[in-house]
């Protein structure tokens, strides 16, 4: 057996597209020979061939990520299947290792991101869970609000494709500050927002978005992209009006907006439920609803992360606290990340510095660990309780705690 690892070539495209349909199970609706939308360029990939026939694909989007308020870029990998016939033979493994490495030598993203559709793939290459994402299932007739809750004062208008420039700065001043959120480029808001790109994610394929936006004294505060399906049988549920509202998309400005978002969807009369896919953990409807338990909301992990570049990865992000912390990585793909480092944090983007020491750690902990502190999805002092961290006798975890600190929970709206 001979092995090659590159990208694939213009001419192959159709053969990259064949593995995928072929992994994720849609082989049987399209024709074996037609390509698939051309939205992985060959010089983003890197796939294994085995004595010359393509047996693994993989591929990286090249991404801006908040981490906390500050930016990263970050390898959106993208697009990871092996045939059943050449599966259990290493291929993604030497993949992986292959690619950190180039990413790391040339100092390309210091992080790489994904989707998985099954986290325990990647969990085996230093990959942790670091967001976790909400759906909501919600009758609108149960849609109410707490009484202390101040009421929506704007007013809403239908937008449309043509004011994406609008939608792009709400976004932007959205995201500016949280913790998780992609920068966007204009096919992810065709596939995410619009619903005008085809969307992997979108099981139910039902069209393009109604864009409704919010203003408060004439000024845009909010939009939500949502669509609409006749659904009389869905889930099980052979009851009631027939139709389901789906929301692909909201940003919020100011408390009011995120209420008047609730107030909008209580008016859908014929609709059954109003289904939120993604939302985030610590999301203001958990809140600020009367009845909060009636959002039937179900957890699921979402971003799972991997440190490449350690040294210049942290520094990035904005810390919760200003101070100084020594801890230990393992990490046996990318042993540069690997030993004994010191944190000098600060509340500001770029203040913040890494660098090698032989102090005694305070914290040891695996790489996967490191990523799951720096998105905030669990604390230093429970990285200890879970096991996930082992302390030093006399360890600071309240200084480790107030350091790693987030604003708001991790998370990403966007699939890639």
Request: glycine share 8%; charged share 20%.
């Amino acid at each position: 057996m001979s092995l090659e690892l590159r990208p694939f070539q213009p001419e192959e495209t159709a053969a990259f597209g064949r593995v995928l349909s072929i992994v994720f199970g849609n082989y049987g609706q399209r024709r074996p020979e037609e390509p698939q939308p051309d939205t992985v360029r060959p010089e983003w990939s890197l796939c294994a061939f085995e004595d010359g026939e393509m047996a693994t694909t993989y591929a990286a989007y090249p991404m801006v990520q908040r981490l906390n308020g500050g930016k990263s870029p970050a390898a959106g990998v993208t697009a990871v299947g092996t045939l059943p016939h050449f599966r259990r033979r290493g291929h993604l493994r030497a993949i992986m290792e292959t690619d950190l490495r180039r990413r790391y030598e040339q100092r390309m993203e210091p992080l790489a991101i994904l989707h998985a559709s099954i986290a325990g793939i990647y969990q085996r290459y230093g990959y942790a869970v670091t967001t976790t994402s909400v759906r909501f299932t919600i009758d609108p007739r149960w849609i109410r609000f707490t009484p202390s809750l101040a009421p929506a004062t704007g007013m809403w208008r239908e937008g449309s494709r043509d004011e994406a420039p609008l939608l792009d700065r709400m976004y932007r001043e959205f995201s500016s500050k949280r913790n998780g959120y992609l920068h966007r480029a204009p096919v992810m808001w065709d596939m995410q927002t619009f619903g005008t790109a085809p969307n992997p994610g979108d099981p139910q394929n039902a069209g393009p978005s109604i864009i409704s936006i919010y203003e408060e004294d004439g000024q845009p505060a909010g939009f939500v992209a949502w669509t609409a399906r006749w659904m009389p049988s869905f889930h099980g549920d052979h009851f009631g009006p027939g139709q389901r509202i789906f929301v692909r998309d909201f940003v919020w400005l100011t408390p009011g907006a995120h209420r008047a978002m609730w107030e909008f969807f209580s008016r859908f009369d014929l609709a059954a439920a109003i289904h939120v896919d993604a939302a985030p953990t610590d999301d203001p409807a958990f809140y600020t609803l009367l009845d909060p338990r009636e959002l039937n909301a179900t957890h699921r992990d979402a971003i799972l992360a991997r440190i490449i570049d350690l040294e210049r990865l942290l520094p990035l992000r904005p810390y919760g606290s200003d101070g100084r912390i020594v801890f230990e990585v393992r990490d046996e793909m990318c042993p540069w990340n690997a030993g004994r480092w010191a944190l000098d944090a600060s509340t500001d983007a770029g203040r913040s510095a890494v660098s090698r020491t032989t102090a005694a750690p305070e914290l040891t902990m695996d790489v996967a660990t490191l990523a799951q502190l720096l998105y905030g999805q669990i604390s230093p002092s429970q990285a200890v309780r879970y096991g996930r961290a082992e302390a030093a006798a006399g360890a600071p975890l309240r200084t480790w705690d107030a350091i790693w600190r987030t604003e708001y929970a991790p998370f990403c709206p966007n699939g890639f």
